[in-house]
């Protein structure tokens, strides 16, 4: 398994920009796709994003179609989500995961999960 490890949450207005982290330790990062899920208060985990090994395939919920980017750079075994045009409903837990599929937007398919970051966005 591979170990992860988010950044780059916090407090931010509607309207603006975060950029999440997750760097990535351990077995080989670039053979992993990568995902971005989060969980508000009271609901379910959800899927956000994710991508192929090599970058170059990603996918989306309709809920960040249009204002969240997916990327990676596995020369520095990170990944990252670049939020844009945040809403107060994006304010959740958002979580980095790494699956041995090519990419999934299915939480199973993860086995390897970061602790969590913390993304508020206040109206």
């Known amino acids: 398994q591979v170990q992860l490890v988010e950044s780059g949450g916090g407090l931010v207005q509607a309207g603006g920009s975060l950029r999440l982290s997750c760097t990535a330790s351990?077995?080989?990062?670039?053979?992993?796709?990568m995902g971005w899920f989060r969980q508000a208060p009271g609901k379910e985990r959800e899927f956000v994003a994710a991508?192929?090994?090599?970058?170059?395939?990603?996918n989306y919920a309709d809920s960040v179609t249009g204002r969240f980017i997916i990327s990676r750079d596995n020369a520095k075994n990170t990944v990252y989500l670049q939020m844009n045009s945040l809403k107060p409903e994006d304010t959740a837990v958002y979580y980095c995961?790494?699956?041995?599929?090519?990419?999934?937007?299915?939480?199973?398919?993860?086995?390897?999960w970061g602790q969590g970051t913390q993304v508020t966005v206040s109206s």
């Open positions: 991508v192929t090994w090599s970058g170059k395939t990603t």
């Open positions: 995961a790494a699956t041995e599929f090519y990419y999934s937007n299915l939480e199973a398919d993860y086995g390897s």
């Open positions: 351990g077995r080989t990062f670039s053979s992993y796709g």
